[in-house]
């Protein structure tokens, strides 16, 4: 079974709208962490957002906001006001602290954003 | 934040020869690092998990002595692509972090092989 899993492959938005990217997850680990991240052209891996499975309050970033959803195991990424530059592949990743080895982190498929002028 | 550099970010190889490229955190200290592999609009894929001063741990189907790994001190780590073939190349890319909330990433190494 997918771990970590992006239903929507490519997706418009329109410049300074907002846009929600989805995220659900399937871990039996008690103890674990969600990463979102930014992956324009050139390939580098941006950090965006960090939420841990005990946190109490959703994460927020500036412009990025987790909506995070433990009993439904979704970690939506929310982006404000999209900006040309948003454009890029965003891919959501899980740790599990407890019963995974070695802190690796598993990635969804990708959401590939597109902002429209 | 860390800062984890990874050289080279382009190269070329001809078939048959082999391809070592380098993943160094800079300002920490890194016991575990991992290296992933990326297909063109694909997402990526651990390959294996590289451990300072011990063997490497291997994902199920990559082939240890096609991918060697080398983690000999807190900082560095290298992928080395033996024997390389058009069908290795690919988007490899390394990860390290000090801490459970984090994953800081180098800058990906694009491979062709000719």
């Known amino acids: 079974a997918q771990k970590i899993t992006q239903t929507q492959p490519g997706m418009f938005v329109q410049e300074k709208e907002a846009v929600t990217l989805d995220c659900t997850y399937d871990?039996?680990?008690?103890?674990?962490?969600l990463f979102w991240y930014k992956q324009p052209s050139s390939g580098e891996m941006i950090f965006l957002i960090y939420?841990?499975?005990?946190?109490?309050q959703n994460a927020t970033e500036g412009r990025y906001s987790l909506n995070f959803q433990k009993a439904r195991k979704s970690a939506n990424l929310v982006i404000s006001a999209s900006q040309l530059g948003d454009s890029a592949m965003y891919f959501c990743?899980?740790?599990?602290?407890?019963?995974?080895?070695?802190?690796?982190?598993?990635f969804g498929g990708g959401t590939r954003v597109l902002v429209k002028p | 934040g860390a800062v984890v550099s990874q050289h080279p970010s382009r190269v070329i190889c001809k078939s048959g020869t082999s391809v070592k490229i380098e993943c160094r955190s800079l300002?920490?200290?890194?016991?575990?690092m991992f290296w992933y592999r990326q297909f063109p609009k694909q997402s990526l894929m651990l390959m294996a998990t590289?451990?300072?001063?011990?063997?490497?741990?291997?994902e199920q189907g990559v082939e240890k002595d096609k991918f060697l790994i080398n983690h000999a001190s807190l900082t560095l780590s290298t992928l080395t692509v033996t024997s390389a073939h058009p069908e290795d190349s690919s988007f490899y890319i390394c990860?390290?972090?000090?801490?459970?909330?984090?994953?800081?990433f180098g800058q990906g190494t694009r491979l062709t092989v000719v």
């Open positions: 990860s390290a972090g000090g801490r459970d909330t984090e994953a800081f």
């Open positions: 871990t039996s680990d008690p103890s674990y962490g």
């Open positions: 939420q841990g499975s005990y946190d109490q």
């Open positions: 990743a899980m740790r599990e602290l407890i019963k995974a080895a070695g802190n690796k982190l598993t």
């Open positions: 300002d920490f200290q890194a016991t575990t």
């Open positions: 590289s451990n300072e001063g011990s063997k490497a741990t291997y």
